[in-house]
């Protein structure tokens, strides 16, 4: 059983950072794509970032400058790290990995509130 697990989400001030990570389990070989999507309250899932498995990026228009994904030096993890965050980005992170299926975590809540 393929999982993949969200973690560093949490509340942080309008114009701070935050840095998100995702770790897959259950799977040998290795993730042709894994990215981050987020879905905020009464609105669709949206694509946040992509990264191939030869470190191709891709970004969303609305945080493109200012999130950065990453892969990590384990196999099939990756991060996401954010900068000057706005309330705007509040939403639920989930990672997600094709191989060629789509597997995804089951997200993590980012606040950004003063």
């Known amino acids: 059983q393929v999982q993949l697990v969200e973690s560093g989400g949490g509340l942080v001030q309008p114009g701070g950072s935050l840095r998100l990570s995702c770790a897959a389990s259950?799977?040998?070989?290795?993730?042709?794509?894994m990215g981050w999507h987020r879905q905020a309250p009464g609105k669709q899932r949206e694509l946040v970032a992509t990264i191939t498995s030869g470190d191709i990026t891709n970004y969303g228009e609305s945080v493109k400058g200012r999130f950065t994904i990453s892969r990590g030096d384990v196999r099939n993890t990756v991060y996401l790290q954010m900068n000057n965050l706005s309330p705007e980005d509040t939403a639920v992170y989930y990672c997600?990995?094709?191989?060629?299926?789509?597997?995804w975590g089951q997200g993590t809540q980012v606040t950004v509130s003063s």
């Open positions: 997600n990995g094709r191989d060629p299926h789509d597997y």
């Open positions: 259950g799977i040998l070989g290795r993730f042709y794509v």
